[in-house]
């Protein structure tokens, strides 16, 4: 069975810094990677998603992952952080014949001082 | 902007009572699936319906219950409701593929 793990539960970073969250997975086959980000009281919004081809992926709000398949991992990163980037970040792993099925992470909450 | 909608947002019921949370999304989503997040954690896959049938189930007992509707909503239901449901209930919806699929904002349940 797929799971993944987010070692980071909280993480703390001025506002102007960059930032990386990890992700690692656990699946036999090329899965299919997604970042979540969601804000108090709020749904899940996807930030980025990889399917197969460019091992880096950019998404909205400037932020980008990279797949890293000899390290079973998926980092977000962003270069700059701003003050409304200050939210709860969710890894999340499909995989082919899933359906839309996600197998979700427990979370990275970020802060963010100003 | 997604266009799907859940309600209510928040509801309170005791423990062993039943509840109904609803789901509707736009014209064209053929999937749904439901999940439960419980404070702190990460989402966890409680069921989805395909075309109005179920199509995969995570470890979740059968007092969680789902419906499907042809005008593209869907209904959770859990029966005998115990403290540790108390959650919130997300749904996705979309077209059975990973490349379109939509969260709604959720339903607070808290079982007393």
């Known amino acids: 069975a797929q799971s993944v793990t987010q070692p980071d539960i909280h993480i703390t970073v001025s506002e102007g810094a960059s930032l990386e969250l990890r992700c690692n997975y656990s699946?036999?086959?090329?899965?299919?990677l997604f970042w979540y980000v969601q804000s108090p009281g709020q749904g899940l919004q996807l930030l980025l998603k990889?399917?197969?081809?460019?091992?880096l992926v950019q998404g909205i709000k400037g932020f980008e992952a990279e797949f890293k398949r000899s390290q079973s991992s998926f980092n977000l990163r962003k270069p700059s952080v701003h003050w409304s980037d200050a939210a709860e970040y969710f890894c999340a792993v499909g995989y082919t014949g899933g359906g839309n099925k996600l197998t979700f992470g427990t979370g990275t909450q970020l802060k963010v001082e100003l | 902007e997604t266009g799907v909608t859940q309600s209510p947002t928040h509801l309170i019921k005791t423990r062993g009572q039943q509840v109904t949370l609803r789901c509707s999304s736009q014209?064209?989503?053929?999937?749904v699936s439901w999940y439960q997040q419980a404070l702190g954690q990460g989402p966890q896959f409680i069921f989805q319906?395909?075309?109005?049938?179920?199509?995969g189930r995570g470890n979740f007992p059968p007092r969680f219950s789902g419906l499907q509707f042809p005008n593209y909503s869907s209904e959770l239901n859990v029966n005998a409701l115990e403290l540790d449901d108390s959650a919130l209930y997300l749904c996705?919806?979309?077209?059975?593929?990973?490349?379109?699929?939509?969260f709604g904002p959720g339903t607070r349940l808290t079982v007393l």
């Open positions: 014209s064209g989503h053929n999937t």
């Open positions: 699946y036999g086959a090329t899965p299919y």
């Open positions: 990889y399917f197969s081809g460019d091992t």
């Open positions: 319906y395909y075309r109005e049938e179920e199509n």
């Open positions: 996705a919806t979309g077209t059975d593929s990973y490349n379109e699929q939509f």
